[in-house]
């Protein structure tokens, strides 16, 4: 029998008398109390619940039929007819499931990934395909409500140059005036049916984009947080959990289930070694010698992430003042402009590299530690170069420009364009070559291992241009999505012939949390907040793109406001918008209010963890009396044979023994 | 998709869509997979639910479970009389449980089977050991098995019996989110 017994066999109170008749009237109780829950619950909690039970498939189709016959004796009206509707409804939720799940990309490829590589490898094409989505979405809407009015309605476009092979990479010349970038773009209403304000359209969609971005963003890391950060008491990475809970079983490859087998066994002998050895307490020098190597370390990785962002603004100035002085036609001016973005790549290459030889010299308590202090590293420094390219672009180029959007738009594309190419050779010459060196030239350093952290931080990094470039560039999100696409199949190509998996796996899903959550903050916040600087203070260029000629992009929502304020039936929007939106006291009492319910959910789950602590001394408690009562049982027991072997020879003797016994125990044993 | 197949009818497809995390495209996709692990046993006309077991040796043949440490002990958790005989249903089932649509409550009860290789409900230090030795091979010597097996039952053990009861091994489930993960097979 398969089910969860109630009664395990084996221990002591197997003796206790009960007939299997007994254990059937019992079981058939329960299945009745089941079947009448499950008939009141509504139709989806139904099928969650009877999915989730932990029977076999034949006892859960009788327990369904069950309810279901329960269910349809209560009403006794209109059986057939909501039976019938439903289950339509049903099967035709059933069927869109699966034609969305026809839709999803890739499912053979990951299903192959993920046998081979194991779950924590897989996550990055996870991540990567999640991205994709975000761009996918972004795309269509761009071109739908932005690209397409404007394509049918074109502006004059002034000056076109011929089409050559140096616009893919800097994106100037051809593309200057296209609806590529934001000078392509006129903020005239178009004169249709519903007449179509471009300035409103592209305000709104690109805000809408953003937004929605942010609540998903939002949803992923809150629900990821959920499930996967709890709350750690106790001893978590010992070898409870590396043996039971933490063997891929996803993983169908030969070889890959051997690697793995030889990493759990070197794990294990690890933590045994390190439990075995005293741990010797470091004396105070030894400690302030560690101490000031972190301080060291850290020193020198911040000194590297100024310097480079140091040098990065002064190239950038100095590249501006060229290009203001240079002929369009001009090819090695134009060719120059690469030489930023082929800095920022090389700097984005080799200083992690730089940060990885640093954190040789330190020594941290836990291998956690130290992929964590390595990925702030790294962050600091992507986003550290970000933000001095975008206080250079907001800042200095404004001033001195005629269409600075379209040309920060460019910059976001050639900066993107490099880093694509950067990251192909990288995948060539760290993966490849090394895995060439690797195995015939010094077979000492071995097959390289996919370095996880590093591949979705260039991910982010990636994203996060995108996203700070939507504003300036509306069809941006068209190169995004073939860069991932490429990247997705160069990276799995990779991963087969020249990568074996990361030895050290353990704790992937806090790795995964962590990820998004750097995908919204810095990433997708600093872009937000880029974005809305721009439009909220900036005055756009007097003779390009959507905005020309008006203070600030967002005075288009406050002309627009006007004019609906003089529209009858309209006045409430006006009076929200006037008098909540834009009123600070609004947002005062909002951030109060959001102060108080945190603190308060903050002292729920603090008293939530004595609970818990509370209760887990009590489960120790109650083994104790359960080992305790046991015993009892077994020595009354013993007294009974006993006396009842006695008894022919003495029964005069009364007996000690009391029959009441079995009151004794407690109830829910 | 649609009327065109004979293999179930339309309440057992039905009912296999209600009782687990299959649709009806994944359920007709599995009874291929089924077939073709014993065509001449596995009959393509299920419309009368035959009484078919496709035998243990056969199962752990597929390349989902070929390389799995634990192959026997699935199947065998998954079959009606412990042998590792799988109906189709007990076939679906076991999928069905090792997706990643099943949630966790589900998949430590199963967990919890799969591990306990001496069915009583608990898994002793025995179990352990044998868990650990399919998971390592000849990696550890004796000693360090015996010793990491006791330090694995200190941790987890709460209420102080020296085996694992599954409220203990549910317990520490929930503190590793991976597991979710990690069990669960794609087929």
Same mark, same amino acid.
């Given at each position: ?669 | ?104 409550? &589900?998949?430590?009860?199963? !967990?919890?089977?799969?591990? $306990?290789?001496?069915? #009583? %409900?608990?898994?002793?230090?025995? /179990?352990? @050991? ?16 015996? &010793?990491?097996?006791?330090? !694995?039952?200190?941790?987890? $053990?709460?209420?102080? #019996? %020296?085996?694992?009861?599954?409220? /203990?091994? @549910? ?17």
């Amino acid at each position: 029998m398969r089910r969860m017994s109630v009664f395990p066999s084996g221990t002591s109170l197997g003796n206790l008398g009960l007939t299997a008749n007994v254990l059937q009237q019992e079981d058939e109780n329960n299945t009745s109390e089941l079947v009448s829950e499950l008939a009141n619950l509504s139709d989806r909690a139904r099928i969650q619940a009877i999915r989730s039970l932990p029977m076999s498939y034949d006892e859960r189709r009788r327990i369904r039929s069950r309810a279901i016959s329960v269910k349809t004796s209560k009403n006794i009206f209109n059986i057939d007819c909501s039976q019938q509707v439903s289950r339509s409804f049903r099967r035709f939720g059933a069927s869109v499931a699966s034609a969305r799940q026809w839709l999803v990309v890739w499912h053979g490829t990951l299903k192959e990934i993920g046998g081979r590589f194991g779950t924590s490898v897989l996550s990055y094409f996870l991540f990567l395909k999640w991205l994709l989505k975000f761009n996918v979405f972004s795309l269509i809407i761009n071109f739908c409500f932005i690209t397409i009015p404007q394509i049918v309605h074109a502006p004059n476009i002034s000056n076109v140059t011929g089409f050559r092979g140096l616009e893919l990479l800097t994106g100037v010349g051809y593309f200057n005036q296209t609806v590529l970038f934001y000078g392509g773009y006129n903020g005239e209403v178009i004169v249709s049916k519903p007449p179509y304000n471009m300035q409103l359209a592209y305000f709104f969609t690109i805000a809408a984009y953003l937004v929605l971005c942010g609540v998903s963003l939002i949803y992923s890391m809150s629900r990821s947080f959920q499930k996967n950060f709890v709350l750690e008491s106790g001893p978590v990475s010992g070898g409870a959990w590396r043996l039971l809970c933490s063997w891929d079983f996803s993983v169908v490859n030969e070889k890959a289930i051997q690697n793995n087998k030889n990493n759990l066994g070197t794990q294990l002998k690890e933590s045994l070694s390190e439990r075995l050895q005293m741990k010797h307490t470091m004396s105070m020098s030894e400690r302030m010698k560690y101490l000031s190597l972190h301080v060291l370390a850290w020193l020198l990785s911040l000194g590297l992430a100024v310097g480079s962002c140091a040098g990065i603004y002064f190239l950038g100035i100095d590249q501006l003042t060229s290009s203001l002085n240079h002929n369009p036609n001009d090819l090695t001016a134009e060719a120059s402009t690469l030489l930023l973005p082929v800095v920022v790549s090389l700097i984005n290459l080799i200083v992690p590299l730089l940060y990885s030889l640093i954190s040789i010299m330190e020594r941290y308590s836990n291998p956690r530690a130290k992929i964590y202090i390595s990925i702030t590293r790294n962050v600091v420094l992507k986003m550290s170069i970000l933000g001095i390219l975008c206080y250079y672009w907001l800042n200095s180029v404004p001033e001195n420009m005629v269409c600075w959007e379209s040309f920060v738009g460019q910059s976001v594309y050639r900066l993107l364009i490099i880093d694509f190419i950067f990251c192909l050779f990288g995948t060539f010459f760290g993966e490849f070559l090394r895995n060439v060196i690797g195995t015939t030239c010094a077979p000492s350093l071995g097959v390289p291992e996919f370095d996880i952290a590093r591949n979705v931080l260039d991910l982010i990094y990636a994203q996060t241009l995108a996203w700070i470039g939507i504003y300036f560039s509306p069809l941006l999100p068209v190169m995004q999505v073939i860069k991932l696409l490429i990247i997705f199949y160069m990276k799995k190509v990779s991963l087969s012939m020249n990568c074996q998996p990361p030895k050290h796996t353990g704790r992937a899903a806090q790795m995964q949390t962590v990820f998004i959550a750097l995908l919204f903050f810095p990433s997708f916040v600093g872009a937000l907040s880029m974005v809305a600087y721009t439009v909220w203070s900036l005055k756009p260029s007097k003779y390009c793109g959507p905005f020309q000629g008006l203070q600030t992009p967002f005075h288009t929502i406050l002309s627009w406001t006007v004019y609906i304020q003089n529209l009858p039936g309209t006045y409430w929007v006006w009076w929200i918008f006037e008098n909540v939106l834009r009123n600070e006291l609004f947002y005062y009492l909002v951030t109060l209010i959001i102060l108080v319910i945190t603190y308060f959910l903050w002292q729920i789950t603090q008293g939530r963890k004595e609970l818990i602590r509370t209760l887990r001394q009590q489960i120790v408690n109650e083994g104790k009396d359960k080992a305790f009562l046991l015993n009892q049982l077994q020595n009354t027991q013993k007294q009974r044979r006993q006396m009842a072997s006695f008894r022919y020879q003495e029964f005069d003797q009364t007996l000690h023994f009391n029959p009441n016994w079995i009151n004794t125990l407690p109830l829910d044993m | 998709m649609g009327n065109k197949q004979t293999i179930f009818t339309d309440e057992q497809l039905d009912a296999y869509q209600d009782c687990t995390f299959f649709t009806r495209k994944e359920i007709l996709r599995l009874h291929g997979r089924y077939h073709e692990l014993a065509p001449h046993l596995v009959p393509m006309d299920y419309t009368n639910d035959p009484d078919v077991k496709v035998p243990l040796a056969l199962i752990v043949n597929m390349p989902e479970l070929k390389e799995n440490p634990f192959r026997n002990r699935i199947v065998e958790s998954f079959s009606e009389d412990g042998q590792g005989n799988l109906s189709f249903n007990d076939f679906v089932d076991m999928f069905s449980v090792l997706s990643e649509m099943a949630p966790r409550e &589900l998949k430590a009860i199963y !967990a919890f089977k799969i591990y $306990d290789f001496n069915v #009583d %409900n608990y898994i002793c230090k025995e /179990d352990l @050991e044998k868990t650990l030795n399919r998971l390592t091979k000849e990696e550890l010597t004796p000693e360090e098995v015996n &010793l990491v097996c006791e330090k !694995a039952i200190e941790e987890a $053990d709460l209420d102080g #019996d %020296n085996k694992l009861s599954f409220a /203990d091994f @549910e317990n520490m489930i929930s503190r590793a989110p991976d597991f979710l993960s990690t069990f669960h097979i794609r087929i």
